[in-house]
């Protein structure tokens, strides 16, 4: 890595302190305008925020927006091409390198023994969720271990990321647990009608809505 790439912003941005799950997006990748289609209407001051990711100098200074808002618009940009580029293989090979490293964390699953896991997003709508981890042992998402990655856009992750990066490398895909937690009393396992209220037993025994049938007495006046 030259001197240059190590001042250039996207190494800064992912060298800071929860941005951990991104990876560095190619600035080929982001020079070619085909793969920025419709970036440009979900992120204000769209071309200031671009020259910001590529270092670029436009020289026009005076209509620039102020920096705090700028900053916010690169970040938000570089998320939404980032979610686009970890689908392609060239990401999925920045990630999967990542993953093998453990760099997203680990499932909090006991059963899933510590199993490596990647970041997902639950809506690929900016703003929607935050983003979250997937375990491809269990089938589940979780929140974060860290708290600095609470605030991450769940959509610079997108929707389907872990799903495709399993496609193209179906080795890298854990087998599933079979483990299920299995609750216990002095040895017993508990049975689900143990939790039951009285009054549910009685339904599921009369029936789900229906009258409780008269139960016949003997007649002591005939």
């Known amino acids: 890595m030259t001197d240059s790439d190590e001042t250039a912003w996207i190494h800064w941005f992912c060298k800071q302190r929860g941005n951990e799950f991104f990876c560095e997006v190619d600035e080929d990748y982001i020079h070619d305008k085909f793969n920025l289609n419709f970036l440009d209407s979900n992120v204000t001051n769209y071309r200031c925020a671009l020259e910001v990711i590529l270092d670029l100098n436009s020289g026009s200074a005076s209509d620039a927006p102020a920096e705090p808002e700028l900053e916010a618009s690169a970040e938000k940009l570089y998320g939404l091409i980032h979610a686009r580029f970890i689908l392609t293989n060239r990401g999925i090979d920045l990630m999967l390198d990542k993953f093998h490293k453990g760099a ?3 499932c909090p699953r006991a059963f899933c023994q510590r199993q490596s896991v990647l970041p997902i997003g ?65 040895g017993f396992k508990i049975h689900q009608m143990a939790y039951h209220s009285p009054a549910d037993i009685l339904k599921d025994l009369t029936g789900a809505g229906g009258p409780v049938a008269e139960i016949d007495t003997p007649n002591h006046h005939a």
């Open 122 to 186: 639950l809506s690929d709508n900016p703003g929607d969720e935050m983003v979250r981890i997937y375990c491809p042992k269990c089938n589940d998402v979780y929140f974060p271990k860290a708290a600095r990655h609470s605030n991450l856009d769940g959509a610079f992750f997108g929707t389907g990321f872990p799903h495709m990066l399993f496609m193209v490398n179906p080795d890298a895909r854990p087998k599933r647990t079979k483990q299920k937690f299995v609750p216990r009393l002095y």
């Open 104 to 106: 997203f964390g680990t």
